[in-house]
C-alpha cells in the first residue's frame, strides 16, 4: 500500500512539474523578452495565455503536501528540517510571483509596473531553481532519515545546482513549446518565430546541461546515475525522444500535438527520477515503506485522493479548454 501511496504523490509531483512548470518558464520569457517596446507582444502573449489558469496549476502543489505529510510524516519531517532554507524561499518566491502578476495590472505607474513586472518575472526564474535544488539535495542523499541535516550543504552541492538549473531550463522549453503552439493558433507568424528560436535553443542547452550532469552525478550521486542509466533508461530515451519530436514537428503540426509532446518530455524525465530512486523515498536511505504512515492511514488517503483526482482533473481538463478558446474572458 505504501507503494501505491508513493506512485500517487510522485504523480502529483509530475503534474506539477508540467503545468506548474509551463508557468514559471512563461514568467522566464516575460524577463528575458527585451525593453519595453521590443517584449511589448512577447509578454502579452504570456499575459494572455497564463492569466486565466496560472493560480489552478498550484492545486498539485498542495496535493502533493498533503500526500507528502500524511503519507509519509517521517520524510516529511526530516525533509522540512533540513531543507526549510530553498523551501522557504521558494514559497515566498511563490507568493512575490503571484502578487507581482497580479499588481502590474492595475498599477498605472510605469515605474511601479517595472517593480511588480520584475518581482513576477524574477521569482518565476527563482522558485523553480530552489525547487530543484530540493530535489536534489533529497536525491543525492543529503537529508537525514530523522532530519536537521546541513541546512547550507543539503541544497548547495552540485547535484542540487545541477537540479535547480535544470529544473529552470526544463520549465523554459516547456513554456517556449507552449508558447509557439499558442502563437500558431492565433496566426501570430512573429510570435510563433520568435517563441520557435528560443524553444530550438533551450532544448540544445538543456540537452548539453544534462549530458553535462551525468558526470556531475557520476562523481556526487553514483547511485541516482546507476538508476537513471539502469531501471529508468526507457523514460530517459522517451523524454528525448518525445522533445525532439516536439522540436521536428513545431512548423507543421497541430498546436496540441507539439504540446502533448513537450508534456511527455517532461513527464517522463521527472518519472525517471521516481524511477532511479525507487525504492528510496530519501535518496539513498529511507525506502517508501519504512517511511509510510500506518497501513489504516494509507487506505483513507489512498480513497480521498482517488476522490480529490476525480473532481480536480476533469474540473482542470475543463478550465483548460474554456481557456483556449477565449471563453473566460480577457484579463485586466
Not at 492545486?59 to 500526500?67: G, S, Y
Not at 524574477?122 to 543529503?142: K, Q, T
Not at 542509466?229 to 522540436?247: D, F, I, N, T, Y
Not at 476522490?307 to 476533469?314: E, G, R, S
Request: charged share 10%; aromatic share 8%.
Amino acid at each position: 500500500m505504501s507503494t501505491v501511496a508513493a506512485v500517487v504523490l510522485f504523480t502529483g509531483v509530475v503534474a506539477y512539474a508540467v503545468l506548474g512548470g509551463a508557468d514559471y518558464g512563461a514568467g522566464f520569457w516575460d524577463l528575458t523578452a527585451g525593453g519595453e517596446r521590443r517584449g511589448r507582444e512577447p509578454r502579452h502573449l504570456v499575459d494572455e495565455s497564463l492569466a486565466p489558469v496560472w493560480e489552478a496549476n498550484h492545486v498539485w502543489l498542495i496535493f502533493c503536501l498533503v500526500m507528502l505529510w500524511t503519507g509519509f510524516p517521517t520524510a516529511f519531517a526530516a525533509i522540512m528540517t533540513t531543507l526549510y532554507i530553498p523551501l522557504g524561499l521558494a514559497a515566498l518566491g511563490i507568493v512575490v510571483r503571484g502578487a507581482g502578476f497580479a499588481f502590474r495590472k492595475v498599477m498605472v505607474r510605469t515605474d511601479e509596473q517595472r517593480v511588480a513586472g520584475a518581482a513576477f518575472a524574477l521569482s518565476s526564474l527563482l522558485v523553480p531553481y530552489f525547487l530543484g535544488a530540493v530535489a536534489g539535495g533529497i536525491a543525492s542523499g543529503r537529508v537525514p532519515p530523522g532530519g536537521h541535516g546541513d541546512p547550507l550543504t543539503s541544497w548547495v552541492n552540485p547535484t542540487s545546482v545541477l537540479g535547480g538549473v535544470l529544473a529552470v531550463l526544463v520549465c523554459a522549453y516547456t513554456a517556449a513549446v507552449f508558447l509557439t503552439a499558442e502563437a500558431r493558433r492565433r496566426s501570430d507568424a512573429g510570435l510563433e518565430t520568435w517563441y520557435r528560436r528560443r524553444s530550438v535553443a533551450t532544448a540544445v542547452v538543456t540537452g548539453a546541461v544534462a549530458l553535462a550532469g551525468l558526470f556531475v552525478l557520476r562523481a556526487d550521486a553514483p547511485r541516482l546515475l546507476d538508476g537513471l542509466l539502469s531501471r529508468a533508461l526507457p523514460l530517459v530515451v522517451l523524454s528525448g525522444a518525445c522533445g525532439l519530436a516536439a522540436l521536428l514537428l513545431l512548423r507543421r503540426a497541430a498546436p496540441r500535438l507539439v504540446q502533448l509532446l513537450a508534456v511527455g518530455a517532461v513527464a517522463a524525465v521527472v518519472a525517471g527520477w521516481g524511477v532511479a530512486q525507487y525504492p528510496d523515498l530519501l535518496g539513498t536511505h529511507t525506502t517508501i515503506g519504512a517511511a509510510a504512515a500506518p497501513e489504516p492511514t494509507l487506505w483513507a488517503l489512498t480513497v480521498v485522493a482517488a476522490v480529490a483526482l476525480a473532481v480536480v482533473v476533469p474540473a482542470m481538463a475543463l478550465l483548460f479548454v474554456l481557456a483556449e478558446r477565449g471563453s473566460l474572458g480577457a484579463p485586466h
